[in-house]
T-cell receptor, first 111, second 111 residues
Framework: QKEVEQDPGPLSVPEGAIVSLNCTYS??????FMWYRQYSRKGPELLMY????GNKEDGRFTAQVDKSSKYISLFIRDSQPSDSATYLC???????????FGSGTKLNVKP | NAGVTQTPKFRVLKTGQSMTLLCAQD?????MYWYRQDPGMGLRLIHY???????AKGEVPDGYNVSRLKKQNFLLGLESAAPSQTSVYFC??????????FGPGTRLTVT
């Protein structure tokens, strides 16, 4: 069983829609939860990170962690064509040395 | 300020050949990482370093070696390439060990 599971998509939505991206995980010891965005043929870039449970908002993006369900989400409000990319979730134990990534969800926002 | 750079960008090897991938960062980061990214598998950690002169194994270290002789450089070596090592390789660096900055990737094909 993979440590982190993520639906690969693709997910296709119209411009302006609210997008929900999700990951589940199996290791209850994960403490830090991250979302990366990866454009085609580029390296990933960090969007947001959260520690333990709860919500965190940054502009149009909201990250949510539910440790009791081992489930994390990224919500994108008012989605734009420029949001079209692959979104990767990642998790880390307390010592940060190793990060565990989901396989990524490909998002396409249609104008 | 170039960030994280990787050399080369593309490479084709024959089975059994060797090569070295170079990662360089100009942000004075302590932590550096090598990942491979395969379809449906996400990013998997090969080796990492928490400082100059240190290296440690990640999730998939077999068939690879690394060296961190200088703080700004992290080298990934393949001593005897195999077709299973066909992948996109990403290097990353980090100051706080939470926010990783990724390079543009190296596309390696082993025939």
């Amino acid at each position: 069983q993979k440590e982190v599971e993520q639906d690969p998509g693709p997910l296709s939505v119209p411009e302006g829609a609210i997008v929900s991206l999700n990951c589940t995980y199996s290791n209850s010891a994960f403490q830090y939860f991250m979302w990366y965005r990866q454009y085609s043929r580029k390296g990933p870039e960090l969007l947001m990170y959260t520690y333990s449970s709860g919500n965190k908002e940054d502009g149009r993006f909201t990250a949510q962690v539910d440790k009791s369900s081992k489930y994390i989400s990224l919500f994108i409000r008012d989605s734009q064509p420029s949001d079209s990319a692959t979104y990767l979730c990642a998790m880390s134990l307390y010592n940060f040395n190793k990060f565990y990534f989901g396989s990524g969800t490909k998002l396409n926002v249609k104008p | 300020n170039a960030g994280v750079t990787q050399t080369p960008k593309f490479r084709v090897l024959k089975t059994g050949q060797s090569m070295t991938l170079l990662c360089a960062q100009d942000m004075n980061h302590e932590y550096m990482y090598w990942y491979r990214q395969d379809p449906g598998m996400g990013l998997r950690l090969i080796h990492y370093s928490v400082g100059e002169g240190t290296t440690a194994k990640g999730e998939v270290p077999d068939g690879y070696n690394v060296s961190r002789l200088k703080k700004q450089n992290f080298l990934l070596g393949l001593e005897s390439a195999a077709p299973s090592q066909t992948s996109v390789y990403f290097c990353a660096s980090s100051y706080s060990n939470l926010e990783q900055y990724f390079g543009p990737g190296t596309r390696l094909t082993v025939t």
